[in-house]
């Protein structure tokens, strides 16, 4: 979940700070991911808040925390996930890539228009009408037009009562306990049976890597994931495999009907002699044969790769002459894959 709000600490008021602490506090409880910008002022009240709540729990950060800052910013902690972004449109797009819905809570001009890039995306979206400011403003918009921008799963008088004042702080724990037990769950519910009936139409990607190599796949398909959502494409691994299926003939099928491939080369999959005599023929069969179909590959690390024959034969996105793993920073390997992601995105189109 992205929070967003009021970034300077002076601007902020009670009820402001009222209701990011107890955003914080209950995303934590109900066991839902943080996106954090890393601003001062609501970002930096909702993520210590988070962050303390977590660890009273004793469950790892890095399971639930992204955190989205500028190369000049601090982060908040040294945990969870850390991804660097230029100081320009990406800080404050960057963000959304990762979300499944966002809460507004007040906010002076840029929460504005960060509510209106999550209502032309239609994703969930809670703005804290009695928090002021931009959410007040969104507030009020999304219930006087709710016919033309309704929140996915719930109705106009569950979403009334954001807008109640926020005076107390029982006032704001009531509120985000109510948005988040009750109306996430809905609208997340809404957002997925759209998306599950839409994966019929939706490109398939099948990405072929070894099980050591998991975390590029998690970290893959975390920046693919707003194209799931929206309908235009599936990504399959071998971990999607159906229980009491035969997973062969499953592999195989996927193998002949998905649209793209995508190969992680590494040392770890050198030694799969399966991927090497099995799926690659195929992909490189169907590179020949299938005008629509693609196979890309991405070099995660150096590795005598030209031992795969035929691959030589096929452009590795971002090249071969450094591998993702030899990038000096986290942000550097995190745009190699957002290079990845535009790529299978740019053959989508």
């Given amino acids: 979940m992205l929070v967003v709000g009021t970034g300077i600490p002076s601007d902020l008021n009670a009820s402001e700070r009222l209701a990011?602490?107890?955003?914080?506090?209950?995303?934590?409880?109900?066991?839902?991911?943080?996106?954090?910008?890393?601003?001062?002022?609501?970002?930096?009240?909702?993520?210590?808040?988070?962050?303390?709540?977590?660890?009273?729990?004793?469950?790892?950060?890095?399971?639930?925390?992204?955190?989205?800052?500028t190369e000049d910013r601090q982060v908040f902690c040294e945990e969870g996930h850390i991804v660097?972004?230029?100081?320009?449109?990406?800080?404050?797009?960057?963000?959304?890539?990762?979300?499944?819905?966002?809460?507004?809570?007040?906010?002076?001009?840029?929460?504005?228009?960060?509510?209106?890039?999550?209502?032309?995306?239609?994703?969930?979206?809670?703005?804290?009408?009695?928090?002021?400011?931009?959410?007040n403003i969104a507030f009020k918009q999304t219930y006087e037009y709710w016919e033309l921008m309704p929140i996915p799963?719930?109705?106009?008088?569950q979403f009334k009562e954001?807008?109640?004042?926020?005076?107390?702080?029982?006032?704001?724990?009531?509120?985000?306990?109510?948005?988040?037990?009750?109306?996430?769950p809905r609208s997340l519910d809404a957002v997925d049976a759209v998306q599950r009936r839409n994966t019929d139409d939706a490109k398939s990607i099948f990405i072929s890597y070894s099980h050591n190599?998991?975390?590029?796949?998690?970290?893959?398909?975390t920046l693919l994931r707003p194209a799931e959502k929206r309908g235009l494409i599936s990504t399959w691994v071998d971990k999607d495999i159906e229980e009491g299926k035969g997973w062969e003939s499953q592999i195989q099928s996927h193998l002949m009907k998905s649209n793209f491939a995508l190969i992680l080369m590494s040392n770890n999959l050198l030694k799969s002699d399966y991927v090497e005599n099995v799926e690659l023929p195929v992909f490189l069969q169907r590179?020949?044969?299938?005008?629509?179909?693609?196979?890309?590959?991405?070099?995660?690390?150096?590795?005598?790769?030209?031992?795969?024959?035929?691959?030589?034969?096929?452009?590795?996105?971002?090249?071969?002459?450094?591998?993702?793993s030899e990038c000096l920073t986290d942000a550097d390997k995190q745009v190699r894959l957002i290079q990845v992601v535009e790529r299978l995105m740019q053959a989508l189109s």
Avoid at 213 to 221: A, H, I, M, P, T
Wanted: aromatic share 12%; with cysteine; proline share 3%.
């Fill in 20 to 69: 990011a602490r107890a955003i914080g506090k209950f995303l934590a409880q109900y066991q839902y991911g943080l996106i954090t910008g890393g601003w001062p002022g609501v970002d930096e009240i909702v993520t210590k808040s988070y962050i303390d709540e977590i660890r009273s729990k004793k469950l790892n950060l890095s399971d639930y925390v992204i955190q989205v800052v």
């Fill in 84 to 135: 660097r972004v230029p100081q320009n449109t990406r800080e404050w797009l960057e963000p959304q890539k990762f979300a499944d819905a966002i809460f507004f809570v007040g906010g002076r001009g840029g929460t504005y228009v960060t509510w209106l890039g999550a209502l032309h995306g239609g994703m969930p979206r809670f703005p804290l009408g009695g928090s002021s400011g931009d959410a």
């Fill in 153 to 157: 799963g719930i109705d106009q008088v």
């Fill in 162 to 184: 954001l807008g109640r004042s926020i005076k107390t702080e029982t006032d704001a724990i009531w509120l985000a306990e109510y948005i988040i037990k009750e109306l996430l």
């Fill in 213 to 221: 190599d998991e975390g590029w796949v998690n970290r893959l398909r």
């Fill in 287 to 324: 590179e020949r044969d299938e005008s629509e179909f693609h196979l890309f590959w991405v070099l995660l690390e150096p590795c005598n790769w030209e031992s795969f024959s035929g691959l030589d034969k096929v452009q590795a996105i971002g090249g071969v002459k450094s591998s993702v």
